[in-house]
């Protein structure tokens, strides 16, 4: 696949970076990972234009790499579906993750961008609910700065909308990143 279809996604992509960078900064906070490291979170991502771009990023990857992290992944399956179904929410860390540092973190998906920092979600004629940020920036103690997922989550769904009109993909998406990278 080529480069074209993922031009207003890395938009998207650039607009979330700069604004979590702009939060952060008012926060005096910064990623420096953690042992509550947010790359062992069981995270389900549900587009596929996502995941094509993640793919597009892996086959970048050489040789080497890419077999190292599909065996990774492949692990990563067997330790957290097991044959009845039943998911394992254990702490493992994500095939991608690479002695702390994201091997595909051009290509990481939205919910990777966002995560950390306190933020809200809106729903028309409901109140705006609030979700905390991650420990390690110990956001409790400061004042809200506000962070407001939902022109994200909005661009989203209408780039990932074009995305399977034009890929004819039908069929509702909920995967982890192992399973992205095993079952392309
Ligand atoms: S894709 Fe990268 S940033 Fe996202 S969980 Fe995996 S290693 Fe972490």
Request: hydrophobic share 30%; charged share 25%.
């Amino acid at each position: 696949m080529t480069d074209t279809p993922f031009k207003t996604l890395k938009t998207l992509y650039n607009d979330m970076d700069k604004t979590w960078d702009k939060i952060a900064l008012g926060y005096h906070f910064i990623c420096n990972g953690c042992e509550d490291n947010c790359c062992t979170s069981l995270f389900f991502h549900h587009t596929y234009i996502e995941k094509a771009y993640l793919l597009h990023g892996f086959n970048g990857l050489d040789q080497e790499q890419k077999a190292t992290i599909k065996n990774r992944a492949d692990i990563y399956i067997k330790k957290t579906f097991s044959d009845n179904l039943k998911i394992n929410t254990l702490k493992i860390i994500c095939p991608v993750n690479e002695n702390g540092r994201c091997l595909l973190y051009p290509f990481r998906p939205m919910i990777c961008r966002l995560h950390g920092l306190p933020h809200e979600l809106c729903r028309p004629g409901a109140e705006p609910v609030k979700s905390p940020g991650c420990r390690a920036g110990l956001f409790d103690g400061k004042p809200y700065i506000k962070f407001d997922r939902t022109p994200f989550y909005k661009q989203m769904a209408q780039i990932e909308m074009k995305f399977r009109r034009d890929f004819n993909k039908t069929n509702k998406t909920k995967e982890t990143i192992a399973q992205m990278l095993i079952y392309p």
